[in-house]
């Protein structure tokens, strides 16, 4: 599997391009942003199944490369930063990002979301709930075979993890989902350290719908969706 790591510390990357290599990774790296554009452009070799891309490079900010890299790949996207805040963790999401890992990390969990996010990768758009109609819900209209998603007639863009959770909420409205139900249907896996990576993903969808209410956090238990009344 081949992975792209975007880092301009050499001896950061040294280290952590060893730790990859012993887990199976052909890791490629790159010190700047435009090393990691250009390490993108179509070749002959065999694709990255994942980037690794830290936030503070010298050229570009991590998220102007991440945008970049959006619009011309598919490619999935995991940022390293030592940024913790929420507002960071979804700016980042909302870029397209697939995956959020802050300084200092545990290598486990780096392993365990990178293979998490290649799994997905390898499995096409991965559209989670299988799409079969479209839903509205109030304000809220849901094409789930197109996964398009506006409010008031407004289109609103959704990364494939927001599209995904929204969908499988929606489609049970009133129902309580619990965490480790979504995150195996949504993100794939039962590794628990996907939780904080969902609660970013639900502030996310709260924030880009405007509607706060629409999805309802159950305490201990999880989520669900409350269908707007207009």
């Not at 280290?15 to 002959?44: D, M, T, W």
């Not at 960071?88 to 990178?114: C, F, M, Q, W």
């Not at 956090?217 to 207009?230: E, H, I, N, W």
Request: net charge neutral; aromatic share 4%; charged share 25%.
């Amino acid at each position: 599997m081949r992975l792209l790591l975007v880092e301009d510390d050499d001896h950061v990357a040294a280290a952590l391009s060893a730790v990859l290599a012993r887990h199976g990774f052909q890791v490629v790296h790159a010190r700047s942003g435009e090393e990691a554009l250009q390490a993108l452009l179509p070749a002959e070799k065999e694709p990255f199944s994942v980037v690794l891309l830290d936030l503070g490079l010298p050229d570009q900010d991590g998220y102007e490369v991440c945008g970049k890299i959006r619009k011309r790949s598919a490619i999935p996207v995991i940022m390293v930063t030592a940024r913790a805040d929420v507002r960071s963790r979804i700016h980042g999401l909302n870029l397209g990002a697939d995956d959020y890992v802050v300084k200092p990390y545990d290598t486990g969990e780096l392993l365990a979301r990178i293979h998490a996010v290649a799994r997905r990768g390898q499995s096409g758009e991965d559209t989670g709930p299988t799409p079969l109609a479209a839903l509205r819900l109030g304000p809220v209209h849901i094409e789930l075979p197109t996964r398009r998603v506006s409010v008031d007639g407004q289109e609103v863009q959704l990364t494939r993890k927001e599209f995904d959770l929204l969908a499988l909420l929606a489609q049970r409205p009133g129902v309580v989902f619990r965490r480790e139900q979504i995150i195996s249907e949504v993100w794939r896996t039962s590794w628990e350290g996907t939780g904080r990576t969902l609660e970013v993903h639900v502030a996310s969808l709260r924030s880009k719908l405007r509607l706060p209410a629409l999805i309802e956090t159950v305490r201990g238990v999880g989520y669900r969706l409350v269908p707007p009344s207009a």
